[in-house]
């Protein structure tokens, strides 16, 4: 356990220098992830009904940007880690040593929580000047953190799956850009389920990713999901441990094909 924290730590302290206090990109990122919500969410000031409240659309602006960050943080952090892993050889280091990927991602969790946390106040802020301070009202506190567990549970799934695909076929640009733009909205995490229409809604709903956004749309916003709370939770739950499961099977088996035909060269698209 010791060994463990030690190899997260030096993998996050070598991350915290290289993309918090060297690198500029960081800074580069929420200056550009601002602009992005100037560009998309302005333009929705024109066709708002002079009689809604600007903060409440604040608040759900806020809302599907968290969930969209989140889904960009499994894509992005998690997932397309591995590409750089392969292609700088620490993938077969691992793979070889025995020491396997938990360190390393024990150590870039807390960098992709830093930067989900500060990509969030620039929300609040940006949203706070173009509608006014988003109308956030926590309903329910458990169902909140229920909610945020079983979407990080969710997304280490679907990262899981990605990353397996990409050490798989050495494909990965197209893959997830296609899944990290599509997934949002075809899963219910930017809009409520009750607003798609039907055939979305049911795609929808036959995917985990829908039950933990709508559950932080009910504990923040107060929307009525389109089901039961509990019946929500119940297969919130049931459908992100089986998800789990189905990943952590498909990544082993990735792992186990690659320990016999090699490591497949990465390219961009």
Known sequence: MLKLIRRAYAVFKAYALSDLVRNKGFMYGLISFSIWIILFMSPLTLFIDKTVNP??????????ILIFMFYGVATWDWAAELRWMINDGRLEYYVASGSGFLPHYLGILPISLIWL???MLFNYVVLSVIWGPPLL?????YILICSFILLLINLMAYAL??????????????IIEILGFILPVATGGLTPLSKLPKAL??????TPFSYPAEMIRYSILGWNPIMGIQQLVARGILSAIVFLLISLIYFRYQLKKIMKEGVRATALW
Request: avoid cysteine; proline fraction near 0%.
């Open 55 to 64: 903060q409440i659309m604040a608040a759900h602006g806020f809302t599907a």
């Open 117 to 119: 946390t500060m990509a």
């Open 137 to 141: 009202i926590i309903t329910d506190i």
């Open 161 to 174: 799956i990605l990353g397996g695909t990409v050490i798989s076929s050495g494909v990965s640009g197209f």
């Open 201 to 206: 809604q049911a795609f929808a709903l036959l």
